[in-house]
């Protein structure tokens, strides 16, 4: 059997999260107090008691999901023996979630990606005058008619399909006159729905810009390793290794495309059959089972997913 371990994205947070793992094992805890050092805020304490309003904050909720990801992985480590490079085929993570692969395969600091991610969700907050951008999820048209349809929508602004999610999903990002008119053609030619998204910036298109030039100058001052199993980029669908190519593929990702459907066939293309969700939430997981005919979902993100876990390797 072979594994890839995944890491969620945005949208995943919830109050709460990680409290759990926290109150039953001291490396979870420990994991939570670095964070909190490395941003000098108690994260941890708006992650258990919120408001969500404050959580779901993009600068807040990203490295309070990434948080969440290490602490269990560092539980894995010590209750069940878990070795990524000797457990794993590879890495991957959807949008954020790509940090969180590279700290538990040893390529970042948990300290220094709890600051990246900091600096990401503020500068992609920033990238755009609030109400200028959106994002809407087009259901039941394949990748490439969505490509087509944003183009189309796009007259002169950005309009681009910024998550390839799997299941008939994919997510359109752009100003937000054209991610309107997209949705509009995307009905026109026979999409089942067209979703407009809570979200507080147009993430993943070309609106992003500064943000991706702030990740290059945040990413260019802090230590980058060659992680211990390759991670599927998710701008390429391929795995990496050098180091100097992940840092120039995390500054593309901003602007570019997440093809995570692409990401969990070439895994599964590689001989993947369970696909390990690390952290808050169960939604890739949903996506791998929709994605990889035969292949198995499992999220881990709570004492008893630990238990059950550390139980299946005995």
């Known amino acids: 059997m072979s594994a890839a371990f995944t890491f969620p994205g945005q949208g995943s947070q919830v109050v709460g999260m990680g409290k759990a ?7 979870a805890r420990a994991v939570l107090d670095e964070v909190d050092d490395a941003l000098g805020q108690k994260l941890s304490t708006l992650m258990w008691e919120g408001p969500i309003e404050t959580l779901t904050l993009t600068e807040n909720a990203q490295p309070a999901l990434m948080a969440v990801s290490l602490a269990t992985m560092r539980v894995l480590e010590a209750e069940a023996g878990l070795d990524l490079a000797r457990d794993a085929a590879f890495v991957a993570g959807h949008s954020l979630g790509e940090y969180s692969a590279l700290a538990a395969a040893g390529t970042f600091t ?15 907050q920033a990238a755009t005058p609030v109400g200028t951008g959106a994002m809407a999820a087009i259901l039941g048209l394949e990748f490439g008619d969505v490509v087509t349809v944003a183009a189309e929508a796009a007259q002169d602004e950005v309009c681009q399909a910024a998550n ?4 008939g999903q994919v997510v359109i990002s752009g100003h937000k006159g054209a991610v309107e008119r997209a949705c509009e053609i995307a009905k026109a030619r026979g999409a089942k729905r067209a979703i407009p998204l809570p979200v507080s910036a147009p993430f993943h298109c070309a609106l992003m810009q500064p943000a991706a030039d702030a990740m290059a100058e945040a990413l260019s001052q802090v230590a980058v390793k060659a992680p211990v199993v390759p991670l599927v980029a998710n701008v390429l669908a391929a795995p990496i290794s050098d180091p100097a190519e992940i840092v120039r593929r995390l500054v593309e990702q901003v602007t570019g495309t997440v093809r995570w459907r692409e990401c969990v066939a070439a895994m ?3 001989g993947v059959t369970t696909f390990y969700e690390v952290g808050t939430g169960k939604v ?7 994605i990889a005919d035969g292949a198995s979902g499992i999220a881990i993100g709570t004492p008893e997913d630990i238990a059950a876990y550390t139980a299946s390797r005995a």
């Open 21 to 27: 793992l926290a109150d039953s094992f001291a490396q």
């Open 164 to 167: 390839d999610n799997g299941g």
């Open 110 to 124: 948990i300290a220094d990606t709890a600051r990246l991610l900091r600096v990401r969700g503020r500068a992609m």
């Open 268 to 270: 599964a293309g590689h």
């Open 284 to 290: 890739l997981s949903g996506l791998v089972r929709r």
